[in-house]
């Protein structure tokens, strides 16, 4: 029986604003940062990187989705990427993806990604 992958905490919950966005340093010994879009109980959590590019997404810290909220925005050419699977459907890199990173909220309200994520 294989044992469940290492898990740390990326934060509560209630850290991300419903409906907003949250970015997050890179892990001790990484070098890319994360981020989470809420939407009510689930969260999508993404690595802060451009697939055009590889540069970050947010202009200014935790503003990684357009005015309405509706998409993921890179700030840097303006592609646009759905929220539910960072899907590319506007911009430079239509087609492609951000790389998506396995969340979960556990019981506490945390929420959970792997332990290398972002490494």
């Known amino acids: 029986m294989t044992p469940p992958p290492a898990e740390r905490v990326l934060c509560a919950l209630e850290e991300i604003p419903d409906g ?41 810290p935790d503003r990684f989705l357009d005015r309405k909220r509706e998409a ?21 890199c239509i087609g492609e993806a951000l790389e998506a990173v396995p969340a979960r909220v556990d019981a506490e309200g945390r929420v959970l990604v792997p332990a290398d994520a972002g490494l």
Do not use: M
């Open 20 to 60: 907003q966005s949250k970015g997050f340093a890179a892990a001790p010994g990484g070098f890319l940062g994360l981020f989470a879009v809420r939407r009510g109980d689930r969260v999508w959590v993404y690595v802060n990187s451009c697939p055009h590019i590889g540069v970050p997404l947010d202009p200014v």
């Open 72 to 92: 993921i925005v890179c700030s840097t050419h303006g592609a646009r990427f759905r929220i539910e699977d960072g899907v590319c459907t506007t911009g430079p």
